[in-house]
């Protein structure tokens, strides 16, 4: 990870839930959930998230799966503990850890990985979440905004009330080469103690969707790119580790008909391939640059 330490997600984890309030957890849960059960292959229930943050998504997931959750912040990781009595939480790089298990599925959501230095840095990390996958596993990644559809120039506030506390976050999107600099002003009020601004600049790393899909390849991975993800703007990766025989993930209470050709059956003759997935037509959208619900 970068020296940076971003402040929403160490000092400011007390307010962080309260910062992304506007987010719908269950529903991002359900999508990845029906993600799961379309393209996983690897009939476990084991669920790595890395980049856990406060445990907002773990705290649904763990109702049908075995939850682990991952991140590099001590603070965040304590309020996840806070939430999540009896789960494994785990203080770790993402570039680099090793649980000593593996997971049918692994998840890092919110464009944490935005918060990587260096391409070398983000393949790495690809590596090292393939790595903690069972054959047949799938890998959902929640990437940073397209560098083709960064929006330079916009500026985005969002604000929470829950007496007694009142936040406040504005920010100011720019670029530099390949890199997106974020400027953040937060306003923290709590009744009866009075108002603290904190300010910070946040830096990530603009990667091309192609690119993304490379590396996961580079690390192993059958990846794909769903356009609609949880995020505006984002997307989704979905990369499966191969499944080494297993055909496919039984679903619970269904019949499974084997088909088992004639002896005497011949060989069919081979036919040339004549359909060629389609291409999307529609013009791409443009997103502004506020990912405060990323976590390193």
Do not use: N
Not at 12 to 21: E, F, N, S, T
């Amino acid at each position: 990870m970068p020296a940076h330490r971003p402040r929403m997600f160490h000092e400011l984890a007390p307010y962080y839930d309260a910062l992304i309030a506007g987010k719908d957890t269950a529903a991002e849960c359900r999508s990845l959930e029906a993600l799961v059960g379309r393209y996983g292959r690897s009939p476990g229930r084991a669920w790595l998230d890395v980049a856990c943050g406060t445990g907002r998504h773990l705290a649904i997931l763990r109702r049908k799966f075995r939850v682990v959750g991952l991140d590099r912040s001590a603070e965040m990781l304590r309020v996840a503990r806070r939430r999540l009595p009896g789960v494994r939480l785990v203080r770790g790089d993402m570039r680099s850890f090793d649980l000593g298990e593996r997971f049918d599925v692994v998840s890092c959501l919110f464009s944490a990985i935005g918060h990587l230095a260096t391409e070398r840095e983000l393949l790495r990390t690809f590596r090292t979440l393939a790595s903690h996958l069972h054959p047949g596993g799938i890998l959902l990644v929640e990437p940073w905004i397209d560098p083709e559809q960064f929006h330079p120039g916009f500026v985005h506030l969002a604000t929470s009330r829950a007496p007694p506390l009142t936040v406040a976050r504005l920010s100011y999107s720019r670029t530099r080469g390949r890199r997106s600099k974020v400027e953040y002003h937060y306003l923290i009020g709590i009744a009866g103690r009075g108002i603290r601004h904190v300010t910070e600049t946040d830096v990530g790393l603009l990667v091309p969707r192609a690119r993304l899909l490379e590396m996961c390849a580079r690390a192993g991975l059958k990846a794909r790119f769903l356009r609609r993800g949880l995020t505006p703007g984002r997307g989704l990766l979905v990369g499966q580790k191969p499944a080494r025989g297993l055909r496919g993930r039984a679903k619970p209470g269904a019949r499974r008909i084997v088909r088992t050709p004639p002896r005497t059956a011949r060989r069919p003759r081979s036919r040339p391939m004549s359909e060629a997935p389609g291409r999307s037509s529609a013009r791409p959208r443009r997103f502004s640059g506020d990912r405060s619900d990323r976590r390193p």
